[in-house]
């Protein structure tokens, strides 16, 4: 497969604001495949971009369920089938006492879904990745506000998006080679 | 600034006012008021750059002091005692513990519970006060968070050793073995092994999250190439993409929500361990709440102890403001005041309760041979800590280090209590003894606070102690308008 030397156009800003501003800008446009980069989270900086499905709940909610379920099923199987043991007379599928333990495997799936669900989803573990071609993007860990055009975007035209990005007042355009 | 704001919440308005901007007016009328008389939570003058690079300056370019080596040090060696003294244990059996009939749990649970409770605090800060928008924690949870997870770690020695034969400590779990036989659900250790393994796993992927931006931020600025490997891989490539910013806020919003009733479990399982036994002086109702009051009692004091010399010696005075720890000083007032309640409820049912054996566990207690400790105690945890309500002393750091430090005495104090004395005068009088520690049993005892030392004294060095990315948030330049 043929690749694009180019992997996408990056403007970078001064504040916050600016980039909320651009990306809004720049979505408006007409720019589909866009991305933005800050040191701290933005409120609002995902919707402007085009993001508005978050899968982090789902994914919680079903790890909490299978969690739950296995908790309690495994105390039964064997308390209750595998092994009955009589102790001080109570029933083998004394229900009361396997809530505890019921309760501690759905916080524990749930909160490893949790994890595991925002790394899967957000692709990392990714050690390489083309933005961190450009020298200056290792501002974006520390002060500094990034929008990026992705060459796969089909409005994407080299000239004019670098002219639409100049248009938005960043500091610098720069071209993110892939 | 306050005036201005006052003045566009209560300046001319429009006429037409429905019900929530008044809502909104009120709400902001009410944070201009008490922002007048509290301290910042971050002091004036700072920007992304300078809050970056002072919080990463003591991790990549401040070379490390004299003092943390003699620290570090110290501590280290009191980590090879606990070896030792493991070591010996694992060689020689439970014998060289103190620990005897009718006395079987003796140093060993003491301690599992008084570090189990010192980890509720960082769970607490992190979790609970995210969750009320408790701006202030995000200063402090990051080593908060670090402080739980080696204190669950020295609170974990405990059990995996005490059970004679550490070796077979994995029957705690249910994992088939040749016997063909189960873990018995129905008891409260067994409930105890999966809220501590959970609280342990649960904490550890919330601080290891939280660092990942950080550790982004480490990789960017350090100029070692080996340690920007190391940084890089640990920081899993995160780049800080609006997306991934969306499903990591909700993602840390469902782990705090999650971690908010797992810590208030943890240590009410813990508390199940005494009160569903018969035993008086254990067989009560008030443990859960009691034992979580006392847990977040203890381990603000242990943040406390903590996070004023670390803010002294890094001069990190401009994040971890007075105004930490007067909130702090607060909540160990506030907490202590429960636990006071508790022990008041404990006196007054076993006197009130027509049980006689209860209302002679608490004659043993007043009266009997460990009675100086209970007073010492008393004297610990609700007496000293009154001098709180002082508002002088609420803001003094060194009043507050020893205050503190007495509050951590009183809270092992506690323990000793609850096991100890519940213990030695059984039901019969044939059966009646005293527990007396050994050196072994202090070696580990003060071989764990090595340990946990030794742990954070590597923590300040290698990671960042104050959340780098939270810091930001709280900047005035980090609020955007739609």
Known sequence: MKRDPIYGIMAEFDSAQALVDAAHTTHQAG????????????????????????????????????????????????????????????????????????????ILFAGISAVLGMLA??????????????????????????????????????????????ALSPRSVSEVPS | MCCREFQRSFGP????????????????????????????????????????????????????????????GIAFMLTMMLLYAIGYLVLKGTGIWGVTIPIGWGFAIVNFVWWIGIGHAGTLISAILLLLR??????????????????????????????????????????????????????PLMWDVFAV????????????????????????RTENPILKIAYGMLSLGWRGSARHWHRYETMYLLLAGLATPLVLSVHTVVSFDFAVGIVPGWHTTIFPPYFV???????????????????????????????????????????????GYGYMIEAFMGWYGGDRYDAFTLWNRLHGPYAIPYYMLLIC???????????????SPVALFFISGVILVGMWLERFIIVVVSLQRDFLTSSWGMYYPTRWDWMTYIGTIGMFLMLMFLFLRIL???????????????????
């Not at chain 1, 071609?133 to 992705?150: G, T, Y």
């Not at chain 2, 924690?137 to 669950?152: D, G, K, P, Y």
């Not at chain 2, 945890?381 to 803001?395: A, H």
């Open chain 1, 31 to 106: 720019y589909q495949k866009i991305d933005a980069y800050s040191p701290f989270p933005i409120e609002g900086l995902a919707e402007e971009i085009g993001f508005h499905f978050d899968e982090i709940p789902l994914t919680v909610l079903i790890g909490g369920i299978v969690g739950g379920l296995t908790g309690y099923l495994m105390q039964y199987w064997m308390s209750a089938v595998d092994y009955p043991l009589n102790i001080g007379g109570k029933p083998y599928h004394s229900w009361p006492a396997f809530i505890i333990i019921t309760f501690e495997m759905t």
């Open chain 1, 121 to 166: 989803f957000n692709g990392l573990p990714m050690p390489y990745h083309p933005v961190f071609n450009v020298p200056r993007f290792s501002s974006a860990s520390k002060d500094r506000f990034f929008l990026i055009v992705f060459s796969s975007d089909k409005k994407y035209d080299p000239a004019g998006t670098r002219k639409f990005l100049e």
């Open chain 2, 13 to 72: 308005q429009n006429a037409r006012q429905d019900d929530k901007t008044e809502i909104k007016m009120a709400d902001e009328y009410k944070s201009t008021m008490a922002a007048v008389d509290r301290a910042p939570v971050i002091e004036p003058g700072h920007t992304f750059g300078t809050v970056t690079e002072k919080i990463s300056a003591i991790v990549l370019t401040r070379p490390a002091s004299n003092g943390w080596f003699v620290g570090f």
């Open chain 2, 134 to 187: 408790q701006s202030w924690r995000n200063s402090i949870n990051r080593f908060a968070e670090a402080m739980t997870l080696f204190a669950v770690a020295c609170a974990g020695i405990f059990p995996a050793v005490h059970v004679g034969r550490p070796w077979l400590a994995y029957w705690f779990f249910p994992i088939p073995n040749t016997m063909g036989v189960w873990p018995q659900f129905r008891s």
């Open chain 2, 197 to 220: 393994s959970t609280y342990a796993t649960i904490s550890a992927l919330f601080w290891f999250v939280g660092l990942i931006p950080d550790l982004a931020t480490l990789r960017d």
């Open chain 2, 293 to 339: 009051a006392g847990a977040i009692y203890s381990g603000f004091a242990m943040v406390l102890m903590l996070a004023i010399p670390i803010r002294k010696i890094y001069g990190l005075e401009d994040f971890i403001t007075d105004r930490h720890l007067q909130n702090s000083a607060k909540v160990m007032l506030a907490t202590g005041l429960i636990v």
């Open chain 2, 381 to 395: 945890n609700i007496f000293i800590p009154q001098v709180l309500w002082i508002k002088k002393l609420r803001t």
């Open chain 2, 464 to 482: 960042p102690a104050i959340s780098i990315f939270e810091m930001r948030t709280l900047l005035p330049e980090a609020e955007v308008k739609e």
